[in-house]
């Protein structure tokens, strides 16, 4: 057993962790979530010894190997095979001390040893890790100087699960992988035998892997047993009881402060006022669950622009001369269009995006785009070029140059940096949140999304899939955190094999197939027969058009809900009531009101009926 007792850490004069303690049960596989901030990384330092603690501290059997991935990408002209093979000292050292022993009884206690340690099985479970995220025959024989960063993260993150610790300790460790990558890590941590401690946003592996969650916010530590949604019914259930518990208490407070301000100045009362003077003062306020602010996505919808916004025919992208990466391109985005791009990392789905994005330019071929469309363009790297000792404010005003204060401040708003937020240095803050507000200060007719949810903790990303829900401009998806597909796109493109095209099945479909389960599927590249495009593409302009409608009829009970609010307020407040509903009576309000709700139950039967046939056209 993993046992933190107490830990309290302060840094820069802020605590982070205040006598923060949990029981991690052996063999018991742990997701550590909070805000971006809270302390998950810090606390996973003080556990591997990277960082003491100001008081407290951690307890396990002694003999216990932690393994927890460094912080800095593995580098030289070594493999990545050979990197992930020195990740077994032990091995290393036995293979080592074999070339060279003389004494035969102590060969004889080498090799006894790696067999129990399945040692001369270590180079194919090495290259089975590094297959399994992502690296091909070629790349484990590449020199580690060849790769990029995030692919030599892959090779210290395939190191540590080769060197197989007693307790695993991950941080964030899908950040550099792409989707099939991160199915595979799934699937392994599923059947990893011992302890694993991982912090993750992502809510999928949350729900798949671990057994109970560690929350960790104010400084404080609550462990919680079952998944991620487990988790939530439980945190939810605690919010109600919790929030009952306080409005009871605050009831009873002001009941007791009532009474001693009446009765301390009357002798025959003073005894009994200064009696629930002291229950004031014993009573230890409830504290409600904190509601955060800052949880806020609200992207600027634009203006409304003719389809398609953009089309690709048989247009060729790349770096090299004629060399492209994708060609072969016939796309098409319409303003409503929600598309995710799928396929492995290198396969050009970046490079699809900046397409796209106007930052490359077609080498064959034609693209089209409407010249008034306006593009926000999301790249992870934006993140990381965020200056962390200026502050959103600055970040804003800078890139709303000229703009009156009030529309940046209004801007940053709708992303939660409102009141201090908003002049705190941004290396204390989140910075996806910040990029994704400077992305779309122009209320852009294309959002295009590359990856995201890295710099996102959980709850963020359940406020950014109700943003991107409620935006009405186009969207596109890279992102390898498939809750957040399966969420908000509704048109799914692979891009593989040289060339991108409309996916046919269902995000479970792609799943299976990149798992090689419920064999044979109809896999990314079978084509459809060449009958049936033309029926599809009447089909998609059939679903458009009913889309079209269902969205009209959306805004017309968004507008009659919004009347029916009015009314009631009227009713019930009739001195605040609005203007147009002033002076009438409450029986003239009545009427109006259930006239309203008849046209709101014929609305509501109509938007039944068009999602019946829009998926009977999808």
Not at 8 to 33: C, E, F, Q, Y
Request: net charge negative; hydrophobic share 40%; aromatic share 4%.
């Amino acid at each position: 057993m993993l046992a933190i007792n107490d830990i309290t850490v302060r840094l820069g004069g802020r605590t982070i962790l205040d006598r923060a303690s949990a029981a991690i049960p052996p063999g018991g596989k742990v997701g550590l979530i909070g805000r971006n901030g809270a302390g998950k990384s810090t606390l996973m330092k003080v556990i591997v010894g990277q960082l003491d603690p100001d008081e407290g501290g951690t307890e396990m059997p002694r003999r216990t190997r932690l393994g927890y991935i460094a912080q800095d990408a593995p580098s030289g002209s070594t493999t990545p095979v050979e990197a992930v093979l020195a990740a077994d000292v032990e091995r290393a050292q036995l293979l080592k001390e074999s070339e060279t022993c003389v004494d035969p009884d102590r060969l004889g206690d080498i090799h006894d040893r790696l067999l129990a340690v399945d040692a001369y099985s270590a180079p194919s479970r090495a290259v089975r890790i590094l297959t399994g995220l992502g690296f091909d025959e070629a790349m484990q024989d590449q020199p580690l100087d060849s790769f990029s960063g995030g692919w030599r993260m892959r090779v210290a993150l395939a190191a540590l699960l080769f060197s197989a610790p007693d307790v695993l300790l991950l941080d964030e460790p899908s950040n550099h992988l792409d989707l099939e990558a991160t199915l595979w890590l799934e699937s392994f941590l599923k059947s990893y035998p011992a302890t694993i401690v991982v912090i993750s946003h992502e809510r999928d592996l949350l729900n798949n892997v671990v057994d109970h969650i560690l929350h960790l916010q104010g400084g404080k530590l609550t462990l919680y047993p079952g998944s991620y949604d487990s988790f939530e019914r439980q945190r939810a259930e605690r919010a109600a009881q919790l929030s009952g518990a306080k409005a009871s208490q605050d009831a009873q407070r002001a009941r007791l402060q009532d009474y001693v301000a009446r009765n301390s100045a009357r002798a025959s009362t003073a005894k009994q006022a200064q009696s629930r003077a002291k229950m004031l003062a014993k009573m230890q306020p409830i504290v409600a669950l904190i509601d955060d602010p800052s949880l806020s996505f609200n992207f600027p919808n634009p203006s409304e622009l003719r389809p398609p916004l953009i089309s690709l025919d048989l247009a060729a992208v790349g770096y090299a001369t004629d060399a492209p990466v994708l060609r072969r391109l016939n796309l098409r985005v319409d303003p409503d269009d929600r598309i995710a791009l799928l396929g492995r990392n290198g396969n050009g789905k970046t490079t699809l995006a900046r397409l796209l994005a106007a930052q490359l330019p077609t080498m064959e071929g034609a693209m089209n785009a409407s010249a008034r469309m306006k593009v926000g363009y999301f790249t992870q790297y934006q993140v990381e070029e965020l200056a962390t000792d200026a502050t959103p404010l600055e970040h804003m005003s800078r890139v709303m140059e000229g703009k009156p204060p009030r529309e940046v401040r209004e801007q940053l708003g709708r992303f939660g940096f409102s009141g201090d937020r908003a002049t705190t240095d941004v290396g204390r803050l989140s910075g996806g949140e910040l990029a994704l507000a400077l992305i779309t200060r122009d209320a852009p007719h294309l959002l295009i999304l590359d990856e995201p949810t890295n710099h996102l903790d959980v709850d963020a990303r359940e406020a950014l899939i109700q943003a991107l829900n409620d935006y009405s401009g186009a969207v596109i998806l890279i992102s390898h955190d498939r809750h957040i597909v399966e969420l908000t796109a509704d048109r799914l493109v692979l891009v593989d094999d040289g060339t991108a095209k409309d996916y046919s099945g269902s995000m479970e479909d792609y799943i299976d197939f990149v798992l090689g389960r419920n064999q044979p599927r109809k896999g990314p590249n079978v084509k459809p027969p060449k009958t049936s495009r033309r029926g599809s593409n009447k089909a998609r302009k059939e679903a458009r058009t009913i889309k079209a409608e269902v969205t009209a009829v959306e805004k017309s009970i968004a507008r009659l809900e919004t009347q029916c609010s009015e009314i009631d307020r009227a009713i019930s407040e009739p001195v605040q009531s609005l203007p147009h509903l002033a002076g009438k009576t409450v029986a003239d309000l009545l009427v109006e009101r259930a006239q309203i709700a008849s046209a709101l139950e014929k609305l509501e039967a109509e938007w039944l009926a068009l999602g019946e046939r829009l998926e009977r056209a999808g």
